[in-house]
């Protein structure tokens, strides 16, 4: 399920369904996905792909997303017009505060601010063991230095100018991509959708898309009233999710 919303008023701007063996990166392709002009989008390293990058720029539009080991990036060299590759190790090793550097990305060459953020040791140390974990379960013998090395510092890549995302709001800005997370979360533990006992194809794409039509309509009614709150009381008040789609459930369905 591939779920995109606009986050500013909370409604759900695109819902496509593939199967499950498709890449995530095919969702670019199914033409369900609108780019507004001097909008910033956000998505996971799972819809990371270099030419889509390239895609959300030409439309006026920027992105905002972490930066995927072992792409290359590229320094201009201005004396002979040419990119040069970087080390990002021996970047990383000069980092001691946050900071930006203004970068070309991947075979294409698109332009961007790579922003990083050293992290503390606690968190350093927990993303190594988390990255040892996931290695041996994928049967990786070892970690390249550079998957290492990142365990210390956040990475970003945006082509949103700093006066628009300065790089001391670029943590804030992405963690509202976790909106997504939220949402999948109460689709689940709210509304059982990955709850399936054993039936019959047809049995199961009935309750598929009506837990689905469910979905949409909470989903909606949640952006309604939220709206009312922020926009007709005289302090802005935030709605919960959970509890606000806890209550439709209980009423509706």
């Known amino acids: 399920m591939h779920y995109c919303i606009e986050l500013l008023q909370g409604k759900a701007d695109a819902f496509y369904l ?16 609108q780019i507004a002009q001097g909008g910033l989008v956000l998505f996971d390293l799972g819809y990371w792909r270099g030419r889509q990058l390239g895609y959300i720029a030409e439309q006026g539009a920027y992105f905002l997303s972490r930066y995927r080991a072992n792409i290359s990036l590229y320094k201009q060299v201005v004396q002979q017009d040419k990119h ?19 970068l070309w990305i991947g075979q294409e060459k698109i332009g961007i601010r790579l922003i990083v953020e050293p992290v503390p040791e606690q968190v ?6 988390r990255l040892k974990r996931e290695s041996c379960k994928k049967g990786r013998k070892s970690n390249t230095d550079l ?3 990142m365990c210390g510092y956040n990475l970003w890549v945006t082509n949103a100018p700093a006066t ?31 709850k399936i006992e054993r039936m019959n194809i047809f049995r199961f794409e009935c309750y598929l898309y009506g837990t689905l039509i469910a979905i949409m309509f909470s989903t909606e009614i949640f952006s309604f009233l939220q709206a009312s709150l922020l ?14 789609i806890k209550i439709i459930k209980k009423k509706s369905f």
């Open 18 to 33: 593939t199967d499950g063996a498709s890449n995530d990166t095919a969702y670019w392709d199914s033409g369900q996905f």
């Open 84 to 102: 040069e590759k970087i080390d990002l190790i021996q970047l990383l090793d000069r980092v001691s505060d946050i900071e930006e550097h203004q």
């Open 124 to 129: 350093r140390k927990a993303r190594h063991t």
């Open 147 to 149: 998957r290492k090395k």
């Open 164 to 194: 628009i995302l300065p790089k001391e709001k670029t943590r804030e800005y992405y963690r509202l991509r976790w909106q997504i997370e939220l949402m999948f979360k109460i689709w689940k533990s709210l509304l059982k959708i990955d």
């Open 231 to 244: 926009h007709q009381t005289e302090k802005s008040l935030e709605l919960s999710e959970w509890k606000a």
